[in-house]
Nanobody
Framework: VQLVESGGGLVQPGGSLRLSCATS????????MLWYRQGPGKDRVLVAAITSARERTDYLDSVKGRFTISRDNAKNTVFLQMNNVKPEDTGVYLCTAHNVDNTYWGQGTQVTVSS
């Protein structure tokens, strides 16, 4: 099983980033996909989630209207479009695959929002 995040980096406040998580080794379409953030010195928080068939998405209140989670079940990839980013969005973003049987984690990609 592999979950490989990419797309992180340094971005100025108000800018945009698109994170990707490419997966393999499990049946992607049967898993809900989630993005977590681990901020410096902070607890890990759930930022966004999308169900296996894309019928539902959920967001952390502070990112609603700015972030969009999506998935491509044909490419086994989940995305997080981050717009109008703020310094408090800084952290390591981790991709997670979850269903009743298993939970798999990626290694994360660093996002730093700073001028």
């Amino acid at each position: 099983v592999q979950l490989v995040e990419s797309g992180g980096g340094l971005v100025q406040p108000g800018g945009s980033l698109r994170l990707s998580c490419a997966t393999s080794g499990f049946t992607f379409s049967r898993y809900d996909m989630l993005w977590y953030r681990q901020g410096p010195g902070k607890d890990r928080v759930l930022v966004a989630a999308i169900t296996s068939a894309r019928e539902r998405t959920d967001y952390l209140d502070s990112v609603k209207g700015r972030f969009t989670i999506s998935r491509d079940n044909a490419k086994n990839t989940v995305f997080l479009q981050m717009n109008n980013v703020k310094p408090e969005d800084t952290g390591v973003y981790l991709c997670t695959a979850h269903n009743v049987d298993n939970t798999y984690w990626g290694q994360g990609t660093q996002v730093t929002v700073s001028s």
